[in-house]
């Protein structure tokens, strides 16, 4: 009687464990449904970096296709990278050049180099790549929120711990906190919704400096739209063709 | 000249037809100053000391050069111009056609035909199986090559692709080809590759019109978050090279090198990549080339140019004079080859903060001791981007890196990308 007692004690935790996690990872594809409203997407980007000062420092243009099972293009639009294509499939990175014909594969960290980290571009959903604890509800600045600790469930991502805050009625993204590999506070950042008071939409992520330089990069998403891009355009060595992506 | 003019010309009307019709183009305009400090060793040196008049040493220079890419429907094409003023000397230009290409797809494979650039190779400076078109390495600025006139037919999926090229098929009822040194021949070449997680891996097949046929394959492996690990290798059965006449001996009249079809060579290069998360990267490659000169023909190049220095006796005659020099002007062509010797070891620093990228490379050959070292700093704007640096070529005197033609180079660009 006691070892049935303590099974039913056993499945009782178990489910509700494992609903908890399935709460929270709906809480996940719930905020990133703001960034990322459909599996496969088109989204045009604009980065601006800022000074410490405030003084504007760059500005560069990206075009990202988000497709599933984390596959992502980013093309340089900016005249200083016009041409540069970075392709990311899982866990697996290429660099393509305007003046080299060959993909050059890179790894992670190679990865973050550059003016603008490309995860911070090309990663728009958290629910795929992180698994989620649920920390509590808070307070942010006047809004109830949901705070999130978001653990990476696979190598290829940027950041390796992410601190989420997210709205308690709508779900939207509100802040978070970016821990690199070393588990060092790399970036803060701040989403900017269209509508405040009913968002649907993130329209600006707002990236504070924490780990070299402090500046502000100010990731503003122009234009997106549902896109599903041809197989190939996924492969590296086609891009290597330096083909027309329209 | 007038090609400059036209090319100009084609290219102000591409410009302005971009303004009504769905062009695409970009550019980039480059004042670059290279600064040479000629080297007082070697057969250059020697030649230039007997007859200045004769013999030029490396002249420092200015130069404006321009690039202007652009895509319109099924043509790509790639502009170069170059206006470059030596040292006490006049401005002279040049233009390229890099690339002009059209490609489109039918039957679920993509189709190039034209001028265009093909490269396969996976390392940074030695690309054995770049066997299209052989690229200038490790250059001071970077620069687009010149395409290989060609017919290409590829296709791709998810994880595979498939290039099939027809390279200089304008050569193909061309008696002169068999004299075509390298990649200028007519030949058949073949890319086979498999993207299989964390690993790249290619296989390479050409059939030259008198290299014969050649292998190769190529890996490239990310090995963990920081480090990345790439090698490659090539066996041919003919490579084409320019080697010392053996026939020669003494004074001649004409160049004693002479490019011939050596036999079964072979190319391999091993390298790998880490790179810190604060954003420092190291990279270490170490290549053998059997294309290269050995060390018995290296030693016989240097007893030539110790005889032929000894053939002059201060006094002589002034066509002795001549002649020697002239004959140690010749023995520069010995340099002209993908690698001076065929162990190399490289390594290469770069680090990336706030735009700036500072780099440190040299390029070991333990042969002989010599080293070709670089340190560069680059700093990348909105639009423009400004590189300045410095090579020198240095080892014990007996080294072919200390009697190459230039000592030490330094050099300051400024990049105008629109």
């Given at each position: 009687?006691?070892?049935?007692?303590?099974?039913?004690?056993?499945?009782?935790?178990?489910?509700?464990?494992?609903?908890?996690?399935?709460?929270?990872?709906?809480?996940?594809?719930?905020?990133?449904?703001?960034?990322?409203?459909?599996?496969?997407?088109?989204?045009?980007?604009?980065?601006?970096?800022?000074?410490?000062?405030?003084?504007?420092?760059?500005?560069?243009?990206?075009?990202?296709?988000?497709?599933?099972?984390?596959?992502?293009?980013?093309?340089?639009?900016?005249p200083a990278e016009?041409?540069q294509?970075?392709?990311?499939?899982?866990?697996?990175?290429?660099?393509?050049m305007p003046n080299s014909?060959?993909?050059?594969?890179?790894?992670?960290?190679?990865?973050?180099l550059?003016?603008?980290?490309?995860?911070?571009?090309?990663?728009?959903?958290?629910?795929?790549?992180?698994?989620?604890?649920?920390?509590?509800?808070?307070?942010?600045?006047?809004?109830?929120?949901?705070?999130?600790?978001?653990?990476?469930?696979?190598?290829?991502?940027?950041?390796?711990?992410?601190?989420?805050?997210?709205?308690?009625?709508?779900?939207?993204?509100?802040?978070?906190?970016?821990?690199?590999?070393?588990?060092?506070?790399?970036?803060?950042?701040?989403?900017?919704?269209?509508?405040?008071?009913?968002?649907?939409?993130?329209?600006?992520?707002?990236?504070?400096?924490?780990?070299?330089?402090?500046?502000?990069?100010?990731?503003?998403?122009?234009?997106?739209?549902?896109?599903?891009?041809?197989?190939?355009?996924?492969?590296?060595?086609?891009?290597?063709?330096?083909?027309?992506?329209? | 000249?007038?090609?400059?003019?036209?090319?100009?010309?084609?290219?102000?009307?591409?410009?302005?037809?971009?303004?009504?019709?769905?062009?695409?183009?970009?550019g980039q305009v480059r004042p670059v100053w290279v600064d040479r400090q000629a080297a007082t060793l070697g057969?250059l040196a020697?030649?230039a000391?007997?007859?200045?008049?004769?013999?030029a040493l490396p002249a420092s220079s200015g130069a404006i050069e321009s690039e202007l890419r652009?895509?319109?429907?099924?043509?790509?094409?790639a502009v170069a111009m170059r206006q470059e003023r030596p040292e006490s000397d006049a401005w002279h230009s040049d233009a390229a056609?890099n690339?002009?290409?059209?490609?489109?797809?039918?039957?679920?494979?993509?189709?190039?035909?034209?001028?265009?650039?093909?490269?396969?190779?996976?390392?940074y400076g030695f690309r054995?199986?770049?066997?299209?078109?052989q690229e200038t390495r490790r250059t001071l600025l970077t620069s687009t090559q010149q395409?290989?006139?060609?017919?290409?037919?590829?296709?791709?999926?998810?994880?595979?692709?498939?290039?099939?090229?027809?390279?200089?098929?304008?050569?193909?009822?061309?008696?002169?080809?068999?004299?075509?040194?390298?990649?200028?021949?007519?030949?058949?070449?073949?890319?086979?590759?498999?993207?299989?997680?964390?690993?790249?891996?290619?296989?390479?097949?050409?059939?030259?019109?008198?290299?014969?046929?050649?292998?190769?394959?190529?890996?490239?492996?990310?090995?963990?978050?920081?480090?990345?690990?790439?090698?490659?290798?090539?066996?041919?059965?003919?490579?084409?090279?320019?080697?010392?006449?053996?026939?020669?001996?003494?004074?001649?009249?004409?160049?004693?090198?002479?490019?011939?079809?050596?036999?079964?060579?072979?190319?391999?290069?091993?390298?790998?990549?880490?790179?810190?998360?604060?954003?420092l990267s190291l990279m270490?490659e170490?290549?053998?080339?059997?294309?290269?000169?050995?060390?018995?023909?290296?030693?016989?190049?240097?007893?030539?140019?110790?005889?032929?220095?000894?053939?002059?006796?201060?006094?002589?005659?002034?066509?002795?004079?001549?002649?020697?020099?002239?004959?140690?002007?010749?023995?520069v062509?010995?340099f002209g080859g993908q690698s001076q010797?065929?162990?190399n070891?490289f390594v290469r620093a770069t680090w990336d903060h706030e735009g700036w990228q500072p780099s440190l490379d040299m390029l070991y050959m333990?042969?002989?001791?010599g080293r070709v070292v670089t340190a560069a700093l680059g700093w990348q704007g909105d639009r423009v981007r400004v590189d300045a640096g410095a090579r020198v070529n240095a080892g014990?005197?007996?080294s072919v890196a200390a009697r190459l033609p230039v000592k030490r180079t330094l050099f300051a660009a400024a990049t105008w990308a629109f």
């Open positions: 009687m006691t070892a049935i007692r303590h099974i039913v004690l056993l499945a009782i935790l178990l489910t509700g464990i494992t609903a908890r996690a399935q709460g929270t990872a709906d809480l996940l594809k719930a905020a990133d449904r703001y960034r990322m409203s459909a599996t496969n997407m088109q989204v045009d980007t604009q980065i601006s970096t800022f000074n410490t000062d405030g003084s504007p420092d760059k500005e560069r243009r990206y075009t990202v296709f988000a497709q599933a099972n984390h596959q992502s293009l980013v093309l340089m639009q900016s016009k041409g294509k970075v392709l990311m499939l899982a866990d697996d990175f290429w660099l393509l014909q060959r993909p050059l594969r890179i790894t992670p960290m190679q990865k973050l550059g003016d603008a980290s490309t995860g911070d571009i090309a990663t728009m959903s958290w629910a795929e790549d992180y698994s989620a604890q649920l920390v509590g509800d808070e307070s942010c600045g006047d809004v109830p929120c949901i705070h999130l600790s978001l653990t990476a469930a696979r190598k290829g991502v940027t950041y390796a711990r992410i601190e989420l805050w997210i709205g308690k009625a709508r779900h939207e993204p509100l802040r978070a906190d970016l821990y690199v590999q070393s588990d060092k506070l790399a970036k803060q950042a701040r989403f900017v919704m269209d509508k405040p008071a009913a968002p649907t939409a993130v329209v600006e992520m707002v990236l504070q400096d924490q780990l070299s330089n402090h500046k502000e990069t100010r990731v503003r998403y122009l234009a997106r739209k549902e896109r599903t891009v041809p197989e190939a355009w996924l492969n590296p060595m086609f891009l290597a063709r330096n083909p027309s992506l329209d | 000249m007038s090609r400059l003019l036209k090319i100009a010309a084609a290219l102000l009307a591409t410009t302005a037809a971009s303004a009504q019709a769905d062009v695409d183009f970009s057969p020697e030649g000391r007997l007859a200045p008049e004769l013999i652009g895509r319109w429907q099924m043509l790509n094409a056609v690339e002009l290409y059209a490609s489109g797809d039918a039957l679920g494979w993509q189709f190039s035909a034209g001028r265009k650039i093909v490269a396969w190779d996976v390392g054995p199986n770049d066997v299209v078109q395409g290989r006139a060609l017919v290409q037919a590829e296709h791709f999926d998810a994880h595979t692709a498939w290039s099939l090229v027809w390279v200089n098929p304008q050569r193909a009822a061309d008696n002169e080809a068999s004299t075509a040194l390298g990649a200028d021949e007519q030949a058949l070449a073949a890319r086979a590759y498999r993207h299989v997680g964390a690993a790249d891996w290619h296989g390479f097949a050409r059939w030259g019109q008198h290299t014969r046929s050649s292998l190769g394959a190529a890996v490239s492996w990310v090995a963990n978050d920081s480090l990345e690990v790439h090698a490659s290798a090539r066996w041919a059965e003919g490579a084409d090279v320019l080697a010392f006449d053996a026939a020669a001996q003494g004074l001649v009249g004409s160049s004693p090198y002479r490019v011939v079809t050596q036999s079964n060579r072979q190319q391999a290069l091993l390298g790998a990549t880490w790179t810190a998360e604060h954003k270490g170490l290549w053998y080339d059997g294309t290269a000169a050995s060390n018995a023909e290296w030693d016989a190049w240097s007893a030539r140019n110790r005889q032929l220095v000894q053939t002059w006796v201060p006094g002589g005659p002034d066509a002795l004079r001549r002649g020697v020099a002239g004959n140690l002007g010749w023995q062509q010995a010797r065929r162990s070891l333990p042969a002989d001791r014990p005197g007996e």
